[in-house]
């Protein structure tokens, strides 16, 4: 049973202070200790890590079988080493996990462990818990082993080291990692298959396991391994749910206004802008949480899941391997009540939402610091990237008005660099001086106007900012055109917008209401009187060609967001790494505009062919190539 477990006082005590001596000694003498490993089966694997990891929890290791695969999952032994009641683990519990400061690290171990002993390094003899998992060729789970063994590890990859090895057929650990790699995509389409959102990419952005952003590019080899580690909890948590074993399950859970998965997926593709996708989330997902109640993963799609993969570095992951070792490999009972879990339980939640609201502030306070020093320093604006100046222009908001920004937004929008989010602080941000308001207004209504798909994406992301709808009033004119009234926040234009196309009219309808936020003359859309339309001119856009031409609108949430500053550029990029010949453009007048075919081909094979017409050459080869660009990005999914 449980010792010393059932008083959160002495469980969660913060006198770290206090005993600091007596971890000292422990240390120590863990440090001493001789690793043993009779009764332990002998394993091989190999550590994939971020290039400046140091505590290293996990190896992995594939091995082929006639009818699927058996994979190993070794996890560092820390209950081995860490005795249970010790000084050490009560820092640990009260601590809760690794902290990843902006200047430091504090580790749940000290650093003489957590680097060392603990550490699963090369070529050293470490104590380590295997979960063995044997699966069919359809990546069904057939059968779960949990063992004592001991690794020496065979190699230290770093991310990037390991994604070189995969293309390098000379190097020995090239067929292991490959063979590594196709499993973990097939554990990544199987759960996919299921409705899974986490860990996965949605609309052109990667997520993680709980459905949040994943800001950087991932490693293949990070892929394998996360996969991997799923798989590894997955199994665990189902080996102790079908003994109903009560453990600290990670359940994560959907808002009751968020969509079924099925629908939720097709939702996020269709928004596309990593903006839109990102508030979508917030207001759909609840954070993830322990419980020893079993409730299920609603981003991984999984009935149970749990953490188990790093006990260095997560105490919810040490405690439940005292759990598991007690109960799979010692045949005793589990050293913890479902009273002392609850308690544990609720003192990780608490802890991790302290140190995320600790965190976030301190990065919030960071970024405001650094806002004003840059809007202080005349030129500086002019040298940052595309995403450096979006975070600046959100962040001017809360400390100034938007006047400062005022000279490089224009700049950015006459070059047409600028992203929607971008046009949503400009659109409904404040500005000091009148004057700046009409510069900026004068040329972002320019910009839109040119490529009214933007307005549309534009006022979507006020709507998910703002946690409010953007809605249409419709309208059919008596020649049969679409007429449209763009709603925000209960406001519309006095006039609609008319096209011959409904996607049309929307756009041109958004353009309208952005001019009205800036001219502050939107009217309450209960005021609209739909029956007076008259059937008015159209004024036609880049749109309505496409359509009148018998050539089918572009897609943009199929084009990613790094494509559409430069589309022309990257689908020369994107085919010359498929291995693809260059795409051929060939030009045509229509009437006044101009029709431009993009023609892609492998060998002599045409692949895809995509039309565009616009009223030059340029733009007409720029819709071409985004059209080409989704086209490919629909063969590929």
Not at 10 to 39: F, G, H, T
Not at 66 to 95: F, K, R, W, Y
Not at 209 to 218: A, K, Y
Not at 400 to 412: F, G, H, N, T, Y
Request: with cysteine.
């Amino acid at each position: 049973m449980c010792r010393g477990y059932n008083q959160k006082k002495r469980l969660y005590s913060e006198s770290v202070a206090k005993s600091s001596p007596i971890i000292r000694s422990e240390i120590q003498q863990l440090l001493d200790e001789p690793i043993l490993v009779s009764n332990r089966e002998a394993v091989l694997g190999f550590t994939i890590d971020g290039q400046t990891s140091k505590d290293l929890d996990d190896a992995i290791w594939i091995q082929p079988k006639p009818s699927g695969v058996v994979i190993d999952v070794h996890i560092s032994d820390v209950t081995a080493l860490i005795p249970m009641g010790s000084s050490l683990e009560e820092q640990a519990i009260s601590q809760v996990a690794t902290n990843y400061m902006a200047s430091r690290i504090e580790p749940m171990f000290p650093h003489e462990l957590s680097e060392d002993k603990l550490s699963l390094l090369e070529n050293q003899l470490r104590l380590t818990v295997t979960i063995r998992v044997t699966l069919d060729e359809s990546a069904n789970i057939k059968k779960t082993q949990l063992l004592l063994t001991h690794l020496t590890s065979l190699k230290q990859f770093s991310y990037g080291s390991a994604d070189a090895t995969l293309n390098d057929p000379s190097n020995p650990f090239f067929q292991v990692l490959r063979y590594c790699e196709v499993w973990a995509q097939k554990f990544a389409w199987k759960r996919q298959s299921l409705g899974a959102i986490g860990q996965t990419t949605v609309g052109g952005v990667t997520l993680d396991e709980e459905g949040r952003l994943v800001e950087t590019s991932m490693y293949h080899s990070q892929q394998i391994i996360q996969e991997f580690m799923i798989l590894a909890n997955t199994a665990v948590a189902n080996l102790a749910e079908q003994h109903q074993l009560p453990l600290l399950y990670r359940n994560h859970t959907a808002s009751a206004v968020a969509p079924k998965s099925k629908e939720l997926i097709e939702t996020l593709t269709t928004l596309g802008l990593p903006e839109l996708i990102r508030q979508k989330l917030q207001s759909w997902l609840n954070a993830a949480t322990y419980s020893p109640a079993v409730i299920g993963h609603f981003a991984l799609s999984l009935p149970a899941y749990t953490h188990f993969t790093s006990p260095i570095r997560r105490v919810a992951d040490y405690v439940n391997h005292r759990i598991l070792k007690a109960v799979f490999i010692d045949n005793a009972e589990s050293p913890y009540t479902v009273e002392d879990l609850e308690g544990i339980a609720e003192h990780i939640n608490q802890k991790r939402q302290e140190v995320k609201e600790k965190r976030n502030d301190h990065y919030r306070e960071k970024r405001l610091s650094q806002t004003v020093n840059l809007l202080q320093k005349r030129g500086k604006l002019q040298g940052l990237s595309d995403k450096d100046f979006s975070k600046i222009l959100k962040d001017s908001l809360k400390v100034s008005k938007l006047d400062q920004m005022v000279p490089e937004a224009i700049a950015r929008l006459e070059a047409r660099e600028l992203k929607p989010v971008d046009l949503y602080y400009l659109a409904f941000g404040e500005y000091q001086d009148p004057e700046n308001k009409a510069l900026i207004k004068e040329k972002l209504l320019g910009y839109i106007e040119e490529q009214p798909a933007h307005a549309t994406q534009t006022l979507q992301i006020a709507s998910a900012i703002n946690q409010t709808t953007l809605e249409y009033l419709e309208k059919t004119t008596a020649s049969g055109k679409f007429a449209f009234w763009s709603v925000f926040e209960g406001e519309t234009t006095s006039v609609p917008a008319i096209a011959t196309t409904k996607q049309a009219a929307k756009h041109q309808a958004n353009c309208l209401l952005l001019q009205g936020v800036f001219e502050q003359n939107l009217v309450p859309s209960k005021l609209i009187d739909k029956s007076s339309l008259q059937d008015v001119a159209i004024t036609e856009t880049i749109e309505d060609s496409i359509i009148e031409y018998g050539i089918a609108e572009i897609d943009l949430s199929l084009v990613p967001e790094e494509a559409r500053d430069c589309p022309v550029g990257y689908l020369h990029d994107n085919l010359q790494q498929l291995k693809f010949k260059k795409p051929a453009y060939f030009f045509n007048k229509v009437q006044d505009k101009w029709r431009c075919s993009c023609r892609v081909s492998w060998f002599d094979d045409l692949i895809l062919e995509t039309e565009a017409v616009a009223s030059s050459k340029k733009e007409a080869k720029t819709m071409a190539s985004l059209k080409a660009i989704a086209d490919l990005e629909r063969l590929r999914s």
